[in-house]
């Protein structure tokens, strides 16, 4: 591996971009080497400026070149599946934006995948995971300074949803980051989700969709976790999370809006594209996993079962743990 690290960036679009941008101006230890996308005029305008770095239409070429030393996937999700597993088969490190896989029986291929190498080599874009707010609440977790934790509650507001946004997408997309906030935050895996819904906002224009709404989970151990969603919100992007236990409540994120998702946790962005890069270069994956990206789309397929039969609790359905991953 040379001095910095080589990163293949696949898919220029939206958030390929925007981690070009962060790697190129603000990363350390690491640069650009080759863009993929299918659209090799935006692949080019995305590497523009960028010296040395090269363009590739065919992912495969850019993995098999000898120049590259490690692969972050920004492509749509349906797509992961056929870029992760030829890119473990080649040994490169991986950095995947979520969902690891859209579906829990893809995701569990890939673990499968993995595992029969023997060693980590993905790490699932779970940003939250690297917010300072999310660190405090989970080290005060795992410290027991203020008892056990009883209860988690969360909101999640967007202002809007873009094109093409479906009632699964309020599960799959957005819920999607609790599921694993969760999981992070208590150490457990979630063991059942419930949807609940009521009046519906003036500003849905997608069938299916229901906003505002509230998905209720338990963990393992019994934390009582709810989420309330607001999508079509108007108003700005917010995230909060109360976290209840025995002798004190800890708040993060009240007041705090934004435009958008991208200013909220640019910080946790930056961070753990930065950790992801220390590891790659010690050789190891220290971030959300396989496993992680597995349980997360498992925990969705609960949620849209929930979704589709309001009020009803569905238990999430987990293979058992590879070794790799204990």
Known sequence: MSEDLRIAVIGA???GSDHIERIHHRMERARIAAIVDID???ARAAVEGIDGARVYTDFTEAIASGEVDAV???TPGFLHEDVLLPTITQG??????KPLTPDSASAWRVVQAESAIGRKLIQVGFMRRFDAGYQRIQQAVASGEHGELLALDCEHINPGVPAGYTGSNLIDDTVVHEFDGVRFLTGEEIASVQVRTGKNSCHVTTEGLQDPAQILMDTGSGVRVSVNTHVTAQYGYAVTTRASFEKIHLNEGVDQVYPGFEERF????DTEVQDWIDGCLRGEVAGPDAWDGYAGAACCEAGLRAVAEPGTTVAVELEQKPELYR
């Open 13 to 15: 679009g939206r958030m």
């Open 40 to 42: 090799e005029t935006r």
């Open 72 to 74: 972050l996937i920004s």
């Open 92 to 97: 490169l490190p991986i950095l995947c934006e």
């Open 266 to 269: 640019v910080d946790a962005y």
